[in-house]
């Protein structure tokens, strides 16, 4: 896993510490806990951050807090088209005019929506986004709604093909965690619906500003149902974008984890019985920590043919 650490040099058309603070200086904005913003400021950090999320020219990439443009210019810079997706109003006016100032005509390929994230629910919210194709979301996502808006945004868009987000490192240890350790838990079973994920690289505090208490990681997302060959009870014509399946799987998963110490028989005994967890080949003395999505999934395909 790499590690990319401060530096304070400048890059052609991306943001430095010193353009940061001018302009949050010129925009009478300063960072706010409640909204989780930490702007970065290093464009060396920036760029590994574009190679990593693999963004070429002509792709469609969402971001969810944009801030003060610096990882929206780096993923411009690509040639690919941004959705910039901000909840404060004076950072939403102030993007387009750091993208014209910094990289002259790349104005035209970013379309800003002012919204909270967790309210876009359809994709005629994501202004400049072709619902036909696929998009990616690359985004430094404010610390305390980074598991919710990964999760809600996997869930309402299907065309969501990949990821690379930057969070808090213990959302990422426990967004990526297998079965039976000590950190698995409902995040790292849900995001396992929707695709397969791994820690891509630490980010020193030192690129933000303001510096945060915590340490940060990105987290790299593939959307793929490989997890369905594990499934001979289910036909080959199941879709794991149904909504019912998923709800009943997530309310299990949900369950099984409320108190981590109950077998599954104890935990889910209001909503399902031992012989329907042995129809689903789990023994129903197991802890759900060590069971993976497959095994969840089934369970709910059981209970839902009782």
């Not at 590994?48 to 020219?57: D, E, Q």
């Amino acid at each position: 896993m790499t590690s990319i650490a401060s530096h304070s040099d400048s890059t052609d058309g991306l943001l430095g510490a010193d353009d940061i603070h001018a302009l949050a200086a010129q925009a009478h904005i300063s960072p706010t806990k409640k909204l989780g913003q930490n702007f970065m400021i290093d464009p060396q950090a920036i760029e590994k951050i574009v190679r990593l999320s693999g963004t070429r020219a002509g792709d469609q990439v969402v971001e969810v807090g944009p801030g003060l443009g610096s990882l929206t210019l780096g993923l411009l810079k690509t040639g690919a088209h941004v959705t910039a997706i901000e909840i404060d109003p004076r950072l939403a006016r102030l993007l387009p005019q750091t993208v014209k100032r910094f990289q002259p005509g790349a104005e035209s390929r970013l379309h800003v929506v002012l919204s909270d994230a967790l309210q876009i629910k359809t994709p005629e919210q994501l202004t400049g986004i072709d619902p036909r194709k696929p998009f990616a979301l690359v985004s430094n996502l404010p610390y305390n709604v980074a598991t919710p808006i990964l999760l809600t945004f996997l869930s309402r868009f299907p065309q969501l093909a990949s990821a690379l987000v930057l969070v808090q490192n213990e959302v990422a240890d426990r967004l990526t965690a297998s079965p039976g350790s000590r950190i698995y838990g409902v995040p790292s079973l849900k995001l396992a619906w929707f695709g397969v994920a791994h820690k891509a690289g630490r980010i020193a505090r030192s690129v933000f500003w303001p510096v945060p208490n915590v340490d940060s990681s990105l987290v790299a997302f593939h959307r793929s149902h490989a997890w369905m060959s594990a499934l001979p009870t289910v036909s080959s014509g199941a879709d794991p974008s149904n909504d019912s399946w998923r709800t009943t799987t997530f309310t299990l998963i949900d369950r099984a984890f409320a108190q981590r110490r109950k077998t599954l028989r104890a935990a889910l005994k209001h909503t399902a019985s031992s012989e329907q967890i042995q129809a689903a080949g789990i023994d129903p003395q197991i802890r759900g920590e060590k069971l993976g999505i497959a095994d969840f999934a089934r369970l709910a395909t059981v209970i839902q043919r009782a």
